[in-house]
């Protein structure tokens, strides 16, 4: 059902290389490109992710459960600007009760064909909506 494709960081430096990341989705084309990771201590560069989904046609997604606080609190790039959506948990470092959130920008249409009964296609957040029931997901 899934193909997942790692990108990881260069051995060298630890640190991500958009130019591989480019590479990787030139070649695999992917529908979502997924930006976190839970021991990637450093800031994300998610224009740039962005400039790689557009390029291959892919949604963004920015996963920021970790350095969520550090990103509320402008240390860290913010990645709503640039991800079609954005996850986090609101228990680790934004320190709330146990829960989490998913964010979007500005709505857009599915890119999945999926249709409302008087055939518009339906928004991104109705789609989302439609996927989730309440206390049976969350963060660990």
Same mark, same amino acid.
């Given at each position: 059902?899934?193909?997942?494709?790692?990108?990881? +960081?260069?051995?060298?430096?630890? +640190?991500?290389?958009?130019?591989?990341?480019?590479?990787?989705?030139?070649?695999?084309?992917?529908?979502?490109?997924?930006?976190?990771? %839970?021991?990637? %201590?450093?800031?994300?560069?998610?224009?740039?992710?962005?400039?790689?989904?557009?390029? +291959?046609?892919?949604?963004?997604?920015?996963?920021? %459960?970790?350095?969520? #606080?550090?990103?509320?609190?402008?240390?860290?790039?913010?990645?709503?600007?640039?991800?079609?959506?954005?996850?986090?948990?609101?228990?680790?470092?934004?320190? #709330?009760?146990?829960?989490?959130?998913?964010?979007? #920008?500005?709505?857009?249409?599915?890119?999945?064909?999926?249709?409302?009964?008087?055939?518009?296609?339906?928004?991104? %957040?109705?789609?989302?909506?439609?996927?989730?029931?309440?206390?049976?997901?969350?963060?660990?």
């Amino acid at each position: 059902m899934y193909n997942p494709v790692f990108y990881g +960081v260069d051995e060298a430096t630890g +640190v991500l290389n958009y130019d591989k990341i480019q590479e990787i989705a030139t070649r695999e084309k992917p529908q979502l490109i997924i930006a976190g990771a %839970s021991a990637y %201590s450093r800031d994300m560069d998610f224009q740039r992710f962005r400039k790689i989904a557009d390029s +291959v046609g892919a949604l963004l997604l920015a996963d920021v %459960s970790h350095p969520a #606080g550090l990103i509320a609190k402008g240390i860290l790039n913010d990645p709503i600007p640039h991800c079609h959506i954005v996850t986090t948990t609101t228990h680790k470092t934004l320190r #709330g009760p146990r829960g989490g959130m998913i964010l979007m #920008g500005k709505d857009f249409e599915n890119p999945f064909g999926q249709k409302l009964k008087n055939g518009n296609l339906k928004m991104m %957040s109705s789609l989302l909506d439609s996927v989730f029931f309440l206390e049976t997901k969350g963060g660990h």
